[in-house]
């Protein structure tokens, strides 16, 4: 990069990490060039934590994530050790496909998917200042080494970086990631510009030795026998590496006396963290200080690479001095000869709380600035992924001056996810699950493409052989759904494999649609019986695996999802009736001071966000809806 001050880019993503990968790579494929900066290009797409992928509602987004065209999907199949679809005993609805990953060909792949952009520009640098126009509006970067860079919008993806502190016992030491410092300059410039920020905390565990644990005490974790990809571009060979298996182990009473021990030494307990750390993930010490009653605690031992010596302790979270960590590890079946290779740690950091954010991820403060990933109060790489991904292509738009794209709560996870973290604005780490959709029957993981490539597809994210082969599934679906649910079955065709499950024979014809939603009936087994023989719309049908899988969801689940999407009719009304950009909520004497307090805050756009607000009652929407209709 030559030392020149008039440098453009259509748009500037601050951090290579999920969210920035996932920003710069659409906002690049929809036309825009784009200026990477980062501190570390060998850091692109790094595993901070886990070396994993997907799991509970987090494969939701990933694979939604796929479906609108972004990466994060093709990167996890490309390096992925170990897939498994989680929830599977249970209803469609929740099953998730997780991956574990090989750690540093994760990152290799990533970066290379990055380069493969002609229009990405890495910049190994770190931000302090943003430059804004006359109007108020950014329009370039100042670089801590002192270069500037013009450009239409910026990105923030900074993650755990901003004023960041580490701390294990007694220690602290500045950074966001483990051998990586602080950024304090973009932080401190956010501050001055009038935005608030608030602390957060979250939390590694111990890396351990690989050749010196006992797996031969510890429950085997085998991947799927018959593994599915994340992404619809993950086509050939499939999975790419060998498959490896994860291990389970558990604390016990010895463990938690010696964790115990070092609670005066640690920096959550003594109060040297003030940032809230994540409810869903505590470290080991939250869990046996809240849970008390609990006489063990899951452990996970995972490896992070196929040649790699390195195994991730995950269910071990920890921010206690050294010394106690070791001492209480090795109390843990299998481990009784590990060697530590690191100690977990605890990394606090700055965040912008989100009522200052719009559903686009753009801010409200500084036009043409957006914000994705932690720096919006979230934790997991998937959420911060799916961030970034809205936030690129909403910056391609904007600078391409067409509407701006914001996905309902009804159409995806991600519209779950972000509508929470905008109208809830959590106080502590945000983790998407499959408990935050109301409409999950609907939101399923196996039809994201289904519900979500036509925007891909729109802003050129998808190629059009891709979305056309969508559309084929979706007619092949569709078309088996209603073949089953208009023909009918004679007893002599059926019976005889109605009794081989225990399911009762018929005794006159019935609707085959019925058979398929009896308990006992698989429609993989069902259309192979002779009476589908020559019937060409079945043999399609047989032919895929997910052609069956969604054929046979849609049938039996036909009355919950119909009730769903009643439902969703019903909030696409409320979502409709839309609120003025500058709208005066205080000249609403009848709302209640709370809610008055959060609608200003907030700002919602249509009468369904404001509903969803934390803060505003039934009675407060009502009053607005009255009011606006009025």
């Not at 509970?56 to 939604?64: D, F, M, N, Q, S």
């Not at 920020?197 to 799927?224: H, N």
């Not at 080991?284 to 031992?301: M, P, T, V, W």
């Not at 995950?314 to 060697?339: H, M, R």
Request: with cysteine.
């Amino acid at each position: 990069m030559p030392d020149n001050e008039n440098i453009y880019f259509d748009i500037i993503v601050i951090g290579a990490g999920h969210a920035g990968i996932e920003a710069a790579w659409c906002s690049s494929r929809m036309g825009c060039s784009v200026g990477m900066v980062t501190m570390d290009l060998d850091a692109i797409g790094r595993m901070s934590c886990n070396p994993a992928i997907g799991g509970t509602a987090k494969g939701h987004l990933v694979k939604e994530i796929d479906a609108l065209g972004g990466v994060m999907g093709r990167i996890a199949d490309d390096s992925g050790i170990q897939f498994r679809l989680l929830n599977k005993s249970k209803g469609p609805a929740i099953w998730s496909p997780r991956s574990q990953n090989d750690r540093e060909l994760y990152s290799k792949v990533a970066k290379e998917y990055i380069q493969s952009c002609p229009n990405i520009t890495m910049i190994q640098d770190t931000v302090d200042e943003l430059i804004r126009d006359q109007n108020g509006e950014v329009c370039g970067i100042i670089t801590a080494s002192g270069k500037k860079y013009s450009c239409k919008a910026v990105i923030i993806t900074s993650g755990t970086f901003l004023n960041a502190v580490m701390h294990v016992g007694h220690t602290q030491n500045e950074g966001g990631r483990y051998g990586e410092k602080s950024a304090k300059g973009l932080s401190n410039y956010l501050l001055k510009q009038g935005f608030i920020t608030a602390r957060l905390k979250t939390g590694t565990p111990p890396r351990l030795q690989l050749d010196t644990i006992d797996f031969s005490v510890c429950q085997e974790q085998p991947g799927d026998i018959e593994p599915q990809p994340f992404s619809v571009f993950s086509n050939g060979s499939f999975p790419k590496l060998p498959q490896i298996s994860c291990y389970l182990t558990y604390t016990n009473s010895q463990t938690h006396k010696i964790l115990e021990t070092g609670f005066d030494d640690s920096p959550m307990f003594t109060g040297r963290i003030t940032g809230a750390g994540p409810r869903y993930c505590p470290s080991i010490e939250d869990k046996i200080f809240r849970f008390a009653d609990k006489s063990r605690h899951q452990i996970f031992l995972e490896p992070e690479g196929i040649n790699s010596s390195i195994v991730y302790m995950n269910g071990f979270s920890s921010s206690l001095p050294e010394d106690v960590q070791y001492s209480a590890v090795k109390t843990i079946p299998g481990l009784e000869n590990v060697k530590m290779l690191r100690a977990g740690y605890a990394v606090e950091y700055d965040f912008l709380p989100t009522y200052q954010t719009n559903l686009t991820l753009e801010t409200k403060l500084i036009p043409g600035l957006y914000v994705a990933g932690q720096i919006n109060g979230t934790s997991g790489y998937e959420e911060a992924a799916a961030q970034g991904l809205i936030a690129g292509i909403n910056a391609a738009l904007k600078i391409q001056r067409k509407e701006p794209f914001v996905l309902k709560r009804s159409e995806a996870y991600i519209g779950v996810l972000i509508d929470d973290l905008i109208n809830k604005i959590p106080e502590e780490p945000y983790r998407i699950f499959t408990s935050c959709a109301e409409y999950r029957l609907i939101l399923r993981q196996d039809n994201a493409d289904r519900r979500l490539m036509k925007y891909g597809s729109q802003f050129g994210l998808i190629p059009g052989n891709v979305f056309d082969s969508v559309k084929e599934k979706e007619e092949l679906i569709n078309g088996g759904v209603n073949y089953f649910k208009s023909n009918f079955a004679a007893p002599k065709d059926v019976n005889e494999y109605l009794a081989s499950t225990g399911s009762p024979e018929l005794k006159q014809s019935d609707r085959l649609s019925q058979l398929i939603k009896r308990n006992e009936t698989k429609l993989r087994d069902f259309i192979n019986l002779p009476m589908f023989n020559g019937n060409q719309l079945i043999e399609q049908i047989r032919q895929k695996h997910e052609i069956v899988e969604q054929v046979e969801i849609e049938l039996r689940y036909e009355g919950y999802i119909t009730r769903q999407a009643e439902q969703v009719e019903a909030f696409n009304k409320m979502e409709s009736v839309e609120l003025p950009e500058n709208f005066d909520f205080n000249k609403i004497k009848s709302l209640s001071t709370e809610g008055r307090e959060k609608l200003n805050k907030v700002r919602p756009r249509s009468i369904g966000q404001a509903s969803r607000i934390a803060g505003v009652s039934p009675s407060d929407t009502s009053i607005l809806s009255i009011y606006v209709k009025g």
